[in-house]
């Protein structure tokens, strides 16, 4: 805008100077020589205008300086109009490459009183002239500047509103492409987890299909639990309790069928990012699994998972059953103490007693820095 501002001021100067110069009809109340020393103020104020506008282009200043440079315009008409001989000059049509320009540059509240300003100029200027228009003449080229101002106006607030759209569809569509990024991120490295799933259960001595898909679609509706929260929220983090809610569900829903189990959550967690949320779901999944499969008897009993939390978040899962050796490979130990551990940053504690076993998860709230 600076820069076509630029090109259409010198032209118009070129303008004035050649209509100056060229045969007009003769007016006893023009003054050339005051025409030209105006065109060449006005060239030298444009050149001056322009460059400081495109130096200061989005700071501060930038603002205030094309006001001045708009209010310039706005006396340097006026006073053309005025030395060109009133009402009989033609140099008021400058008023509408004016009046462009400040509808471009200036916003709705600082519009209204530069293009009254700039009305009033005009009719100034005529009247200083002892050569007097009619009131009507007078009053059509008034309706044809409010006119130009109105209609500049609205395009100006139909620019800005189709730019704002704009950019808030771009804004929207970079969000989209972010989110986009992110989600295939999660979902190859959620898919990574799975085949690491996979493979930690196939690698057993006389794993059998069966096996592996049982136990691996517990795990994976635990990654899926993570997932529903984090497309239902969108902001990245995680409510903790309400996916280990959803894990315990799942498992007393398909394991505890035949028996009667009885499960609930006590106490809470702070909200974590999707990766953590997500070791610490599967990590839950698997005790929980044991806890059902394992620790509990044929005629069921009650599992409670509790959760602390503090500078360290505690989350134990607790059963009434009558205990089991926690060595027993099928527990999947060492599953759980490398997402604990390695992923956590925690540690993993298991007692089984006759009255029960308790797995105790302790991790820091705060993920600790790595150093480089």
């Not at 620019?159 to 986009?180: F, S, W």
């Not at 898909?213 to 529903?228: F, K, L, M, P």
């Not at 698997?286 to 939390?309: C, F, K, M, S």
């Not at 009434?320 to 992923?343: I, T």
Request: aromatic share 6%; glycine share 10%; with cysteine.
């Amino acid at each position: 805008m600076v820069r076509l501002a630029i090109w259409i001021g010198f032209a118009s100067i070129l303008g004035v100077v050649v209509a100056t110069l060229v045969p007009h009809h003769g007016n006893r109340y023009v003054d050339d020589r005051a025409v030209y020393l105006l065109a060449a103020v006005g060239a030298a104020g444009n050149a001056g205008f322009g460059v400081l506008a495109r130096r200061w282009r989005g700071r501060r200043a930038g603002g205030p300086l094309l006001l001045a440079w708009g209010v310039g315009l706005i006396g340097l008409v006026a006073s053309l109009t005025y030395v060109g001989g009133g009402y009989a000059s033609d140099y008021y049509l400058l008023y509408f490459l004016v009046i462009p320009f400040l509808a471009a540059t200036q916003g709705p509240r600082t519009q209204v009183p530069l293009f009254a300003l700039l009305a009033l100029e005009y009719a100034m200027a005529v009247w200083a002239v002892p050569l007097h228009p009619s009131p009507g003449d007078l009053l059509l080229h008034l309706g044809v500047l409010v006119g130009a101002e109105a209609l500049g106006w609205y395009l100006a607030a139909a620019l800005r509103a189709e730019e704002m759209r704009r950019a808030r569809l771009q804004a929207e569509a970079d969000l989209k492409h972010v989110l986009a990024v992110e989600a295939n991120h999660r979902i190859e490295n959620n898919l990574q987890l799975v085949a690491d799933l996979l493979s930690f259960e196939a690698a057993r001595p006389q794993a059998s299909l069966r096996a592996v898909v049982d136990v691996t679609i517990s795990r994976v509706q635990a990654v899926g639990a993570v997932h529903r929260l984090l497309a239902a929220d969108g902001n990245g983090q995680i409510q903790t309790r309400s996916v280990l809610e959803q894990v315990l569900c799942l498992l007393t829903e398909r394991l505890g069928s035949e028996s009667r189990i009885q499960a609930r959550v006590e106490g809470s967690l702070p909200d974590l990012d999707s990766q953590r949320a997500t070791w610490l779901a599967v990590a839950v999944n698997e005790l929980a699994t044991n806890a059902i499969v394992h620790g509990l008897g044929p005629n069921g009993g009650r599992v409670i998972l509790r959760l602390e939390q503090g500078q360290h978040c505690r989350v134990v899962v607790e059963d009434d059953g009558p205990g089991c050796p926690v060595h027993v490979e099928g527990l999947g130990l060492g599953l759980v103490r490398r997402l604990v551990e390695q992923g956590l940053q925690g540690e993993l504690c298991i007692r089984s007693e006759p009255s029960g076993t308790k797995a105790e998860i302790l991790f820091p709230t705060k993920v600790k820095e790595v150093a480089q």
